[in-house]
């Protein structure tokens, strides 16, 4: 008996996908944001409860792994909650830190917190530096040079400077932190930019995950907790630096999309999450997930590549308001989170959200939400909306309720084309994957309104995510700067692919694989001047002319200009995965799974709907809309003129009912 536990931690809710064999748990918990441990540890129980263990320690005895993604990042980015940083520079760049554009300075770092260094400065003038940061209350100190992504010596010897005058055993010592830790990439500015925002980041994501560590390991659970990275890996948390987990939910969203598309054999799909508090949007080409080269984090930028998962401001508990001014009507990109939550929570929220337009429209029904864990107050969400939005335009309750529910539709669309034409892709050239607890709600819309004529649903879509995770294997990435021509590069790529190989069998040692065990691959990023391209090796490293003649034959036109800009290798070590089940087809009558009808607002008016329990329903059977499928976590409406699939793996597929 083996169990697998991977658990999303969200701005809402805070999702568990377990396993044990064959069987497969969706846990759905309220998150706690003044403790993200304690939403880790409730979930923990529910599903120990849901298996039917009478104790979370005999649970986890037979527990195999845990993985983690966390929030916790992106709400300090957000809150900028995190310590008071001091920064060191190199001199003449104080105020500037190496460029005009977007930094860190005054936002996370205070701009009388940033001194300089001279390059050859003495040790005397580098302790003093270090002193003057510390008496001004920096709590830990960023070191970040000009040119160390070449050579990070200097950047080595102040931190050994520091530590020398303020060691560990003492109460003054603080973390130093360099940017050539954290990135070997050209870019002074965005280095530093990504050095500070690791460092704004390392101590909230300490205080989470070692006491998430440590409250596992009291509970009885033996194994290391792995901690969910961008890259699309996992990894310990003595091996994670804070900023490999930013955005790692929404990441492992994308992994599961490319997991199963994959399994589907589709190379095109987009996928839409659309959560509480945001829509995501993922996008897989010739069935690889794609990378953003150049990303933000709370809007400052950085060098870091980051698998590309852009947000917008629109979900389930997005607040609904109309503009003072204009009286138009917005949704976003303020939620009302878990606490007070939408009006129709009835826990003190005052301002109606998406979720209380889809209670008045009667697409949830307030008895059975989350299973009937907890009951909505209707009368709650239709005054709040009655109040703020329909009487001031003059609408009727249900108008209003429709608008506030096609604005998210809306949204949702809007933020999937513009994805989609910045890759130079055609959206009815993809398949739609919708998932997250809203994502069933709007995606036939979203879809019918971008020409997509396939949308996937899924059977445990409110923990899509947290299913994304259990797909991630513990992997550590290096990587350096080339930036040589393609035809002088084999060399360099080739030395920094031996180098990294060492150092990657000495950290997956460490994380418990034997070096046999280890998969390694090789990837580059090249340019032609005018696209950056990430391209795969066949091998570990360039080998003849035969592999440089399939990189350059990455861009569309000819050219002898490509240009290798850095070489990453990847070691890649497997742990256990639930593999989906294939069901038998036991035909298209849906009416063992229907239980019962309501009446739904839509078309301009009430229609006597069907429902049915998304839990009964079997491979092969078929729902012509209109109708709703319900499920203990989330809501699936069929509009009119599709019809809903259910495949061999209990996933839904929506199509035009043609």
């Known amino acids: 008996?083996?169990?697998?536990?991977?658990?999303?931690?969200?701005?809402?809710?805070?999702?568990?996908?377990?396993?044990?064999?064959?069987?497969?748990?969706?846990?759905?918990?309220?998150?706690?944001p003044h403790d993200l441990t304690a939403c880790f540890m409730d979930c923990l129980e529910e599903g120990a409860k849901q298996l039917e263990y009478s104790s979370l320690h005999d649970f986890l005895r037979d527990?195999?792994?845990?993985?983690?993604?966390?929030?916790?990042?992106?709400?300090?980015?957000i809150q900028r909650r995190g310590p008071r940083l001091g920064l060191v520079v190199t001199a003449g760049h104080e105020q500037d830190l190496y460029s005009s554009a977007a930094s860190v300075l005054d936002s996370l770092v205070p701009s009388d917190m940033v001194l300089g260094v001279r390059p050859g400065s003495t040790d005397e003038e580098v302790r003093n530096t270090a002193r003057r940061l510390l008496e001004a209350g920096a709590r830990m100190i960023v070191v970040s040079l000009e040119d160390s992504f070449e050579n990070p010596a200097e950047e080595r010897r102040i931190k050994r400077l520091i530590q020398e005058n303020y060691p560990k055993q003492y109460l003054g010592a603080v973390p130093v932190l360099l940017a050539s830790e954290v990135t070997a990439r050209p870019g002074a500015h965005l280095r530093t930019n990504a050095a500070v925002i690791n460092a704004f980041l390392h101590k909230e994501m300490v205080r989470t995950l070692y006491k998430t560590d440590e409250d596992l390991r009291s509970t009885g659970y033996a194994q290391p907790l792995l901690i969910a990275h961008v890259n699309g890996g996992a990894a310990r948390v003595a091996k994670t630096k804070a900023i490999d987990t930013y955005n790692s939910g929404p990441v492992a969203g994308v992994m599961g999309t490319t997991y199963l598309a994959k399994l589907y054999g589709l190379p095109s799909v987009a996928s839409i999450d659309i959560g509480g508090t945001s829509t995501d949007i993922g996008v897989i080409i010739d069935g690889q997930y794609t990378y953003n080269l150049t990303p933000s984090i709370g809007g400052v930028p950085i060098n870091l590549p980051l698998v590309d998962v852009p947000s917008v401001g629109g979900g389930g508990g997005s607040i609904a308001r109309l503009d003072p001014i204009t009286r138009q009507l917005t949704v976003g990109p303020d939620s009302a989170g878990a606490a007070p939550g939408p009006a129709c929570y009835d826990l003190g929220g005052m301002e109606p959200t998406a979720t209380d337009a889809d209670v008045v429209l009667g697409n949830i029904d307030p008895s059975y939400f989350l299973g009937g864990r907890r009951r909505l107050n209707r009368e709650k969400a239709a005054a709040a909306i009655q109040e703020q939005i329909a009487e001031p335009l003059g609408l009727s309750l249900e108008e209003a309720a429709q608008r506030i529910r096609?604005?998210?539709?809306?949204i949702g669309a809007s933020a999937l084309r513009d994805v989609l034409a910045a890759k130079r892709q055609q959206p009815d050239q993809f398949v739609l994957f919708a998932f997250g607890g809203a994502g069933g709600s709007y995606c036939a819309e979203i879809g019918a309104s971008l020409g997509i004529r396939q949308v996937y649903t899924f059977a445990h879509s409110a923990v899509f995510s947290a299913m994304g995770l259990s797909t991630a294997d513990v992997v550590h990435s290096y990587e350096k700067a080339v930036r040589q021509p393609l035809s002088q590069a084999t060399e360099a790529v080739n030395s920094a692919v031996a180098d990294y190989q060492r150092v990657a069998i000495r950290d997956m040692r460490g994380e418990g694989f034997a070096e046999s065990s280890v998969i390694m691959s090789v990837e580059l990023e090249v340019s032609d001047g005018k696209d950056l391209k990430v391209v795969p090796l066949a091998g570990l490293g360039i080998r003849d002319a035969a592999d440089i003649a399939s990189i350059r034959q990455t861009f569309s036109s000819a050219t002898d200009d490509v240009k290798v800009e850095v070489v990453r290798v990847k070691a890649v070590g497997r742990v256990p995965h639930h593999k989906p089940v294939s069901h038998q087809n036991e035909g298209s009558d849906p009416s063992a799974a229907r239980k019962g009808s309501r009446q739904i607002y839509r078309d301009g008016r009430?229609?006597?709907?069907?429902?049915?329990?998304?839990?009964?329903?079997?491979?092969?059977?078929?729902?012509?809309?209109?109708?709703?499928?319900e499920a203990i976590d989330s809501t699936y409406v069929v509009p009119s003129g599709f019809r809903l699939t259910i495949d061999q793996h209990l996933n839904g597929v929506l199509t035009p009912a043609e």
């Open 1 to 32: 008996m083996s169990i697998t536990v991977d658990i999303d931690n969200g701005g809402t809710f805070t999702d568990g996908y377990i396993t044990r064999d064959n069987e497969v748990r969706a846990v759905k918990v309220d998150t706690t």
């Open 606 to 629: 009430w229609q006597e709907t069907p429902i049915y329990e998304r839990g009964l329903l079997r491979c092969g059977n078929s729902i012509i809309g209109p109708a709703v499928v």
């Open 63 to 77: 527990t195999t792994v845990i993985r983690f993604s966390t929030t916790a990042g992106t709400n300090a980015i």
């Open 406 to 410: 096609g604005e998210i539709i809306r």
